[in-house]
């Protein structure tokens, strides 16, 4: 693929870099097959062909929109494209230049900005997770009824934690089964 890279990238590390996973990829579209959110969305820009040609925009200096980022958003950097690309395009590296670039470009909401900071601050550690959840059963009766019908605030999943839940079935393969 032909690259032109806007001045503000194009001297940088991150923009050589860029430039030459662009110049890598042949738009083949193996990929497609092995994109979860492709095969969800059906959108061609929800898909790592459809992504790389906006990041190759960005790149170029075209205008980008929150259009844009929600697509870059959606991927779920699970880098199965990777493995099904045969010009062994580095998907997942590119994925993270364009992002940094994005946010750079395209502002985020308040509450989006704050939504995205309470969840990289809450969902990696799962006593926080936990405490969240038993304070929204506690408030069971006061949430919104899309919430109040979730399993998860109903009751804490058994297994989170260091408490372990015993599989169901027979036990076997012990001595005392």
Request: include cysteine; glycine fraction near 8%; hydrophobic fraction near 35%.
């Amino acid at each position: 693929m032909q690259t032109a890279l806007a001045d503000f990238v194009k001297s940088s590390p991150a923009g050589r870099e860029a430039d030459a996973i662009l110049r890598s990829c042949v738009h083949c579209g193996f990929c497609l097959p092995a994109c979860p959110t492709y095969q969800l969305l059906g959108d061609e820009l929800d898909s790592p062909r459809g992504r790389i040609y906006l990041m190759k925009q960005l790149l170029e200096g075209e205008p980008v929109s929150a259009r844009t980022q929600l697509h870059l958003d959606r991927c779920l950097t699970c880098r199965a494209c990777e493995s099904a690309c045969p010009s062994g395009v580095r998907y997942g590296r590119l994925l993270d230049i364009g992002r940094a670039l994005i946010e750079e470009r395209v502002p985020r909401s308040p509450p989006a900005a704050g939504q995205r900071y309470l969840l990289r601050k809450i969902v990696p550690y799962t006593q926080r997770v936990r405490a969240l959840l038993g304070l929204a059963r506690a408030a069971r009766p006061l949430l919104p009824r899309s919430l109040r019908a979730c399993r998860l605030v109903r009751r804490v999943a058994p297994c989170w934690g260091n408490r372990r839940a015993p599989a169901p079935g027979p036990r076997r393969g012990t001595r005392d089964a």
